[in-house]
Structures are given as structure tokens and as C-alpha cells.
């Protein structure tokens, strides 16, 4: 079993920035894939950014060069996190942390086994 804990969402104005953080406990390392992935109201979830374990990221088009993901597990618990700059008004939504220890590690790919609970994010223009 995994526990994933997000932390860091809040409300910014149009090209701010934040930071999520994951914390990841249980069997995170032996994670293949870790990922953040968003849903607005009234829309489908979609995957944001991912990372495997050896360190290969990849984002969804919508927001490279505006996000970057990455992962530290130096400590006892793994953090996974997203810092977020430029923000827009459609990067509100809810954020989840994802992972899995097979699933096939993309943006698209949404058949992760295990997620948190959300942190929400909101962008006001």
C-alpha cells in the first residue's frame, strides 16, 4: 500500500507561482511512476506531469515550460513535487498525486492504482 498526501494548493492571481508537494508513504519506492494530474469542474481528469523512477519527466503540452516536476528521496518519506509559475486562469482545478508500480508512465495515462485526496488550485485572472 501506498499513502499519497498533496499540500501546497491555494488561490494566486494570473502569472504567480506555487509549489505542490506529494508526500509519499508505505511502498513509494517502489513506485515506477509517480504524476501529478488536474481536474477543473464539469471536466475530465488529465495528467499534468509525470516521473519515473529513474528521473525521466514528462509534461503535457498545456503547461511545459510553466511546470516542473521532480521528486526527493533522500528523506525516509519520498516528496514528489510541482512548481507551477505563469500560472493561468485555466490551470485552476484540482491537483492529485498519482502512482503506480507497472503502469505504463505517461501523461495519458490515467489507469494509475494509487492517488491522493487533491489540493485545489485556483488562478484568478
Known amino acids: 500500500q501506498v499513502q499519497l498526501v498533496e499540500s501546497g494548493g491555494g488561490s494566486v492571481e494570473a502569472g504567480g507561482s506555487l509549489t505542490l508537494s506529494c508526500s509519499a508513504s508505505?511502498?513509494?519506492?517502489?513506485?515506477?511512476?509517480m504524476g501529478w494530474f488536474r481536474q477543473a469542474p464539469g471536466k475530465e481528469r488529465e495528467g499534468v506531469a509525470i516521473?519515473?523512477?529513474?528521473?525521466?519527466?514528462?509534461?503535457a503540452d498545456s503547461v511545459k515550460g510553466r511546470f516542473t516536476i521532480s521528486k526527493d528521496n533522500a528523506k525516509s518519506t519520498l516528496y514528489v513535487y510541482l512548481e507551477m509559475s505563469s500560472l493561468k486562469p485555466e490551470d485552476t482545478a484540482m491537483y492529485y498525486c498519482?502512482?503506480?508500480?507497472?503502469?505504463?508512465?505517461?501523461?495519458?495515462?490515467?489507469?494509475?492504482?494509487?492517488w491522493g485526496q487533491g489540493t485545489q488550485v485556483t488562478v484568478s485572472s
Open positions: 508505505g511502498y513509494a519506492n517502489r513506485m515506477n511512476c
Open positions: 516521473i519515473r523512477s529513474d528521473g525521466y519527466t514528462s509534461y
Open positions: 498519482a502512482a503506480d508500480p507497472w503502469a505504463y508512465c505517461t501523461v495519458d495515462n490515467r489507469e494509475l492504482n494509487y
